[in-house]
T-cell receptor, first 115, second 114 residues
Framework: AQSVAQPEDQVNVAEGNPLTVKCTYS??????LFWYVQYPNRGLQFLLK??????LVKGSYGFEAEFNKSQTSFHLKKPSALVSDSALYFC?????????????FGSGTRLQVQP | GAGVSQSPSNKVTEKGKDVELRCDPI?????LYWYRQSLGQGLEFLIY????????KSGLPSDRFSAERTGGSVSTLTIQRTQQEDSAVYLC????????????FGPGTRLTVL
């Protein structure tokens, strides 16, 4: 069975500081990994994904994520946080080698960036 | 349209009533997904359609839930005899169904069962 863990319910960071939102996963075989962001009363907005290739993936709004196969992690990072980055972030995964296309999501991490 | 659209945006119903939620995917996307987001929780997969293949219904929580996709485009999720625990935001997503394709989500329908 697939699973995704986001160990932190909330991450607080000061504006201008680097941020990290943690994610670990468990899937059969190779993973496809995704990060989405959700603003209040809005749907999920795609940020970035890892399919294959370079372990460091760059996405929208200056976000990046690093795929670590040995640690089964896909942490989201940004060098300098903005107040407007405050939102709910979801990590998602699915197995690349299975026919099941549904994503398994983590429980979400609320990012609070303080001015 | 440019993105996935869903209607209604909000639905309030009484316990025991049936409801229908609609999803219009991105044009050209052959895969369509329904997820449910309960208050304070992550997203739970419900059902997946891909072209003319039989849908993956493995996530439907009970036989009160059903969905159809007409003409490979618009989808309707139906919940019969709604219960209070059905209250949630129902999200629809679509994708190209190619390799590691990205699922793009609609704004959701917030369902409240009184």
């Amino acid at each position: 069975a697939q699973s995704v863990a986001q160990p932190e319910d909330q991450v607080n960071v000061a504006e201008g500081n680097p941020l990290t939102v943690k994610c670990t996963y468990s899937v059969s075989g190779n993973p496809y990994l995704f990060w989405y962001v959700q603003y209040p009363n809005r749907g999920l907005q795609f940020l970035l994904k890892y399919i294959t290739g370079d372990n460091l993936v760059k996405g929208s709004y200056g976000f990046e994520a690093e795929f670590n196969k040995s640690q089964t992690s896909f942490h989201l990072k940004k060098p300098s946080a903005l107040v407007s980055d405050s939102a709910l972030y979801f990590c998602a995964a699915r197995g690349a080698d299975t026919g099941r296309r549904a994503l398994t999501f983590g429980s979400g991490t609320r990012l609070q960036v303080q001015p | 349209g440019a993105g996935v659209s869903q209607s209604p945006s909000n639905k309030v119903t009484e316990k025991g009533k049936d409801v229908e939620l609609r999803c219009d995917p991105i044009s050209g996307h052959t895969a369509l997904y329904w997820y449910r987001q309960s208050l304070g929780q992550g997203l739970e997969f419900l059902i997946y359609f891909q072209g003319n293949s039989a849908p993956d219904k493995s996530g439907l929580p009970s036989d009160r839930f059903s969905a159809e996709r007409t003409g490979g485009s618009v989808s309707t999720l139906t919940i019969q005899r709604t219960q209070q625990e059905d209250s949630a935001v129902y999200l629809c997503a679509s994708s190209l169904a190619l390799g590691g394709d990205t699922q793009y989500f609609g704004p959701g329908t917030r369902l409240t069962v009184l």
